[in-house]
């Protein structure tokens, strides 16, 4: 299957960064979305990323067009979406973010890890750089399982790295810095670009290698899929086999 931006995101045997760490989060609930059967629904949040990623790749007006509800009746942005313009504005007169983003946009990149057919989709290829934009609520440390992380870790930038830079090396037989170009939806927006060590793409690289062949398997219903019991998925598609001990509650809720 060759892929194009217009069939992209349509399901295949490809393995993505979004979807290998849907699988980390829940196997059940990715393989789900995997087949089309369950649709995550789009958060504010996203949505936002989404615009503002459109603006800079130069496709605003098609993301226009698929999101008509964004939008007031004389064109401009509702309220809720109005800080992306002001995220915008704080990117382009910022001549080394400007600088940064200056390259080819919406580059397909495909290969294999561990013999798993993959894919990437780069918002900046230059000569000399991977460049990935995120619009975020802020940069504060993420406390998530308990841990106190930074928002690469967190929200797993570091996993995105290692698919787009393995990818580019397998495709153009480079290995290339991988950035991240990140402003925020505050009122007064922060801009930062951080540059992703070799060490944590490395060490993001272990855990993709360790887990893919699996997460495959469960594409390919080999293996049967472990249910994480806590997103929304596994709420909806929970099926009651009768009354549960007090024990086996206290284990379910105080997890």
């Known amino acids: 299957m060759k892929l194009t931006q217009e069939n992209y995101y349509q399901p295949s045997p490809y393995m993505s960064a979004s979807q290998f760490k849907a699988f980390l989060n829940c196997e059940a609930c990715a393989l ?6 369950h649709v995550r629904e ?13 603006y800079f790749t130069g496709n605003v007006e098609e993301f226009r067009g698929k999101h008509p509800e964004l939008f007031k009746k004389d064109g401009e942005l509702k309220a809720t979406y109005s800080v992306c313009e002001s995220a915008i504005e704080r990117i382009e007169r910022d001549p080394v973010a400007m600088q940064y983003l ?22 900046v290829l230059g000569s000399d750089r991977i460049v990935d934009l995120k619009c ?18 967190a929200w797993g930038y570091d996993i995105q790295a290692y698919f787009y830079t393995e990818l580019v090396r397998q495709q ?20 930062m670009l951080v540059e992703i060590p070799d060490w944590l793409i490395n ?35 929970k099926k009651l086999t009768g009354p549960m001990p007090y024990d086996k509650y206290l284990e379910e809720v105080m997890l």
């Open 203 to 237: 060490s993001a690289g272990e855990v993709v290698r360790h887990y893919i062949k699996r997460f495959d398997a469960i594409k390919k219903h080999e293996i049967e899929p472990k249910r994480c019991g806590r997103c929304a998925y596994c709420k909806e598609t």
């Open 102 to 123: 200056d390259g080819e946009k919406q580059v397909i990149v495909t290969g294999e890890i561990e013999g798993v057919p993959c894919k990437g989709k780069l918002d």
């Open 136 to 153: 975020m609520r802020d940069f504060a440390p993420v406390y998530k399982d308990g841990e106190r992380l930074d928002f690469i870790r």
């Open 42 to 54: 789009a958060s504010t949040a996203l949505i936002q990323g989404q615009f503002v990623d459109a």
């Open 172 to 191: 153009y037989g480079v290995h290339l810095p991988f950035y991240i170009l990140a402003v925020t939806k505050e009122a007064s927006p922060d801009l």
């Open 32 to 37: 789900a979305e995997a087949e089309g059967e």
